[in-house]
């Protein structure tokens, strides 16, 4: 019924920059929040980032003004930019999104994730 398809991982090093895209297709009413995840190896999933309907932000602490999440309603795609990435960034990025399906039912979503590397 839905999909969440994320893109733009791949491997950087210290100090460089990447784009990361989740896009939500499927019987999608309405969306709440947005957010991405982080997990990396040994360690539980985290909160990065997420982005209210209203476009209100919140960041992580170890991420804050390194990365900036945003979202483009019309396209269902939420989107997050990371500068000044760091090897502790290393990691797969998981998109979720509070959302309203056309049948009225709430869910929470996920992407299938995507590895992002940082290394020299």
């Known amino acids: 019924q839905v999909q969440l398809v994320e893109s733009g991982g791949g491997l950087v090093q210290p100090g460089g920059s990447l784009r990361l895209s989740c896009a939500a297709s499927?019987?999608?009413?309405?969306?709440?929040?947005m957010g991405w995840y982080r997990q990396a190896p040994g360690k539980q999933r985290e909160l990065v980032a997420t982005?209210?309907?209203?476009?209100?932000?919140n960041y992580v602490d170890s991420v804050k003004g390194r990365f900036t999440i945003s979202r483009d309603n019309a396209k269902n795609t939420v989107y997050l930019q990371m500068n000044s990435l760091e090897p502790e960034d290393t990691a797969v990025y998981y998109c979720?999104?509070?959302?309203?399906?056309?049948?009225?039912?709430?869910?929470?979503?996920w992407g299938q994730g995507t590895q992002v590397t940082v290394s020299s």
């Open positions: 982005i209210a309907s209203g476009g209100r932000s």
């Open positions: 499927g019987s999608i009413l309405r969306f709440y929040a």
């Open positions: 979720n999104a509070d959302l309203v399906l056309t049948t009225l039912l709430r869910g929470d979503y």
